[in-house]
């Protein structure tokens, strides 16, 4: 099962692909859709739309793991992000891909085994579990791996019967 991992954002959506067997999770690949500050916003949302839709026709994941949005200190930037997010789920939506959407706590819980885990804790882990030689830079990708990793434990769970969709 390919899965794709999403850690929204309107300047930075990191991005990850794995690629999970019920036993084992390996990295397809990962990186960023990027836009520059200055573009405007519909543009922005248009580019992130056709990054995703790029991965999808790409790299044909059987689903999206998106994080949810928690909290944010700046109502502007949660807005803008919001907007992304939203995007991003309509990529996934318009080509057939079932999205789940995640917490940070449940991310942090996944991969860390602690929901108040710290970033870099989170990283760190990132990078133990999936075999990586360092861990991907910027945040936002080892953060879209987090997801993609919450999700493969949950569909786990899943098969283990320890909760249904």
Aim: neutral net charge; glycine residues 8%; aromatic residues 8%.
């Amino acid at each position: 099962m390919i899965v794709l991992g999403i850690d929204p954002g309107i300047a930075i959506m990191g991005y990850g692909i794995l690629n999970y067997d019920n036993r084992n999770t390996h990295v397809l690949d990962y990186g960023t859709v990027t836009t520059p500050a200055g573009m405007p916003v519909q543009s922005r949302l248009r580019d992130i739309y056709k990054g995703v839709d790029t991965l999808i026709k790409t790299f044909n994941p059987d689903c999206a793991a998106i994080e949810e949005l928690f909290y944010f200190k700046n109502k502007k930037t949660i807005i803008t992000v919001s907007e992304a997010r939203g995007t991003t789920i309509t990529a996934c939506a318009n080509n057939d891909i079932k999205v789940y959407e995640y917490t940070p706590l449940q991310v942090k819980q996944a991969v860390v085994g602690y929901g108040n885990a710290e970033k870099k804790q989170v990283q760190f882990m990132v990078r133990a579990l999936l075999n990586l030689k360092e861990i991907p830079q910027p945040d936002d990708i080892a953060d879209a791996l987090a997801v993609g990793i919450c999700h493969c434990n949950s569909l786990n769970a899943r098969r283990r019967g320890a909760y249904s969709d």
